[in-house]
């Protein structure tokens, strides 16, 4: 009897929620779940069925991070699927001046736990659960792969802030993030033998909970939205995007705001929930936009500044070729793309209405300079492919761990 394909397991923990992956070496969908809400009233873990059937939902009684992962860890190491498992990957959203995915070394993990006061919000988990998956399997490499990276290869105009200049030196700069998803889409891109995607321009528009673009030329990202944090660019669900930096000194003033209340509203209370005072869910919007302004003026609002990025990248590309929707707006919301489209006509994309309200895979007419695809992103796979780049899994998979 055959030995199993070598698998990898892919990690994907955020400030609530931990996303989880296990892919055999021919990419083929294992196991995979998530479990959200940690923290928050209502925690539970779907498990995704692989053959497509309805996915099982279990409700958690875990008040905390540790006790999620703690958790998830026993879980997994009771499913089959778990004893064949030879490497572990780790979406790491900050990289600071990485530039690519590496295997997680003690020097490494050092390295990771000076960098967290630029990622307050996720790198202290994250590390949580690389050091938890360490201390349970020690011989289990781990590799991590930053959401940074992708955007490394920005010119440095693109990445200066008009700050006093010393910043820079303690690391200061725009950054960029989605980067797991960025890259995935223009494998796909490359996959689909969109010509763009080595030789061209392309804008990827990553579009869900959080939301940022990406300019993209020949295959290599010269602009992105999101700055020195995932708060700026454009207008999130939660999170404000770019705001008048005047706002800090005028809150501080008039509504004696701390820093750390202004983090909080900026990034929990803002965007789309803040706006609307209804939902930060662009479904609950689009349902009662009819009838309830605010949520009118939150969806408008965020199709009104997801224009205004395509036009300004489109500008720093020197024309456009490609762009990509993605994420649970991108990928869901033909309204959403119809409105973010109309009007840039000038730039070469005119949409297929039919092909639009199906969400296609190709959704502009055969006339339009410019291709409009819809592309479900996969940061899990993303993260697998790199694990098996980084250690070479045909050499892990003779090695008994």
């Known amino acids: 009897m055959k030995s199993a394909l070598p698998s990898v397991l892919a990690i ?12 055999d070496g021919k990419e083929t969908l294992q196991l995979a ?22 996915p099982t939902i279990r409700r958690l009684a875990v008040g905390s991070f540790n006790t999620a992962v703690d958790f998830l ?4 190491e009771s499913q089959p699927a778990f004893s064949s498992i030879k490497a572990v990957g780790h979406r790491v959203v900050h990289g600071l001046n990485h530039t690519k995915p590496e295997q997680i070394t003690p020097k490494l993990l050092s390295k990771l736990r000076r960098l967290t006061l630029y990622d307050p919000d996720h790198l202290p988990l994250e590390l949580g659960l690389i050091e938890e998956f360490g201390r349970r399997h020690p011989k289990l490499p781990q590799v991590a792969c930053f959401d940074t990276a ?4 920005m010119p440095r105009v693109a990445k200066l802030l008009p700050i006093p200049r010393r910043f820079a030196a303690k690391g200061i700069q725009r950054y960029g993030f989605h980067g797991l998803s960025y890259a995935y889409l223009m494998e796909e891109l490359r996959r689909l033998n969109d010509p763009a995607a080595t030789k061209g321009r392309v804008i990827l528009a990553h579009l869900g909970n959080g939301a940022s673009l990406a300019a993209v030329r020949d295959g290599q990202s010269i602009d992105t939205s999101m700055g020195f944090t995932p708060t700026g660019g454009l207008v999130m669900s939660t999170r404000t995007g770019d705001l008048d930096p005047g706002l800090v000194y005028f809150l501080a003033r008039t509504e004696r705001m701390s820093a750390t209340q202004f983090q909080k509203m900026a990034n929990q209370e803002s965007g789309l929930r803040g706006v609307s005072g209804i939902s930060s869910d662009m479904r609950d919007l689009l349902a009662r936009e009819d009838r309830d302004v605010r949520a009118a003026e939150a969806v408008a609002l965020f199709c009104y500044q997801a224009k205004k990025w395509i036009g300004s990248f489109a500008a720093a590309l020197g024309g456009l070729d ?31 209405a039919k092909r639009n309200a199906k969400n296609a895979s190709l959704i502009s007419t055969d006339i339009g300079r410019v291709k409009v695809r819809v592309i479900r992103t996969d940061e899990e796979l993303m993260i697998a ?15 008994k761990l």
């Open 12 to 23: 994907n923990g955020g400030s609530s929620s931990i996303r989880f992956a296990v892919y």
């Open 33 to 54: 779940g998530k479990i959200e809400r940690i923290g928050l009233p209502g925690t539970k873990l779907t498990v995704q069925d692989p053959a497509g059937k309805s």
């Open 73 to 76: 860890l026993n879980w997994l």
């Open 150 to 153: 992708f955007h490394c290869t």
């Open 322 to 352: 490609t762009l990509v929707f993605a994420g649970g707006i991108g990928e869901n919301a033909p309204l959403v793309r119809e409105r973010i489209c109309a009007g840039l006509d000038f730039l070469g994309i005119e949409l297929n």
């Open 385 to 399: 492919r790199f694990v098996v780049r980084v250690l070479n899994l045909e050499s892990i998979r003779k090695t």
